[in-house]
């Protein structure tokens, strides 16, 4: 099946990696993104941005950041503003990662204002959605992640479509070795993309792309890339060895171009 939105290989380093290990990392992946077809994307520690940037400038490779606050400036202690990290060289910005949710309160209504601020600043945002386990075995998957989609997106003007990217990452999948069943995954961002597409209209949420994150690894990666609806990974712990984040992203090449 022909997918139109670019294949997108997103690294999630979460707090992991400093300056001199990110910049190594970074050398042994830029010749395997030079050869691919992917948009190759790592999201790295605050501290991490400028450095990377700065290595990656010229490359097919895009630094982004894990997390921001969604105002513009004032006295909040510890947080980073949309226009900071886009000021040392992010150009995306994960927002709402079921970490944040969970370990820091995050509300839908937050992860809302910040991607408007995200957005507003040129930065693209990943929206990540995606129930627990508990949800999950209750049934109430499509209505977490229809009620995530309404409260994260629901005022964000069509125009900006093309720049969303959207992670289903389901709870129980996120660091647990048990990545959801491709065909769940397909079916889950069908759910999300119809009722994007009454929020906007079809044509616009057919422009949002999607990814799918949730222990997924070197083995797992290619059944995934070709499912159809999934145009894209976010990796989390297998993106932090360099040899196997390259080796996904040339298994885009085989997967075939779309
Ligand atoms: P794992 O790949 O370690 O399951 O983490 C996924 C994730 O959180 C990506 O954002």
Request: contains cysteine; negative net charge.
């Amino acid at each position: 099946m022909k997918k139109s939105r670019a294949p997108v290989i997103c690294a999630n380093w979460k707090m992991y990696k400093n300056i001199e290990e990110a910049l190594a990392f970074i050398d042994v992946v830029i010749p395997v993104a030079e050869q691919s077809d992917c948009e190759v994307l790592i999201a790295v520690p605050f501290t991490a941005i400028r450095s990377c940037a700065d290595r990656v400038r010229g490359t097919r490779i895009s630094i982004g950041a894990q997390n921001m606050n969604d105002a513009t400036a004032g006295a909040f202690t510890g947080e980073v503003s949309a226009s900071m990290l886009q000021e040392a060289g992010a150009t995306f910005v994960i927002v709402g990662h079921s970490e944040r949710r969970r370990l820091f309160g995050e509300t839908n209504s937050f992860i809302h204002q910040k991607i408007k601020r995200a957005l507003d600043v040129g930065l693209r945002p990943i929206v990540c959605i995606g129930e627990n386990y508990e949800e999950r075995e209750n049934g109430a998957t499509h209505a977490v992640l229809k009620m995530q989609l309404q409260e994260c997106l629901g005022d964000i003007s069509k125009e900006a479509t093309s720049h969303l990217m959207v992670a289903y990452e389901p709870n129980w999948a996120v660091g647990t070795g048990l990545p959801a069943n491709p065909e769940t995954v397909h079916q889950a961002i069908d759910d999300c993309r119809a009722f994007l597409g009454e929020l906007w209209s079809s044509a616009d949420a057919q422009r949002v792309t999607f990814l799918y994150g949730g222990s997924v690894d070197v083995q797992n990666a290619a059944t995934f890339l070709q499912t159809p609806n999934i145009d894209g990974l976010l990796i989390g712990s297998v993106s932090l060895d360099p040899d196997s984040f390259a080796k996904i992203i040339s298994l885009r090449q085989n997967v075939g171009a779309r």
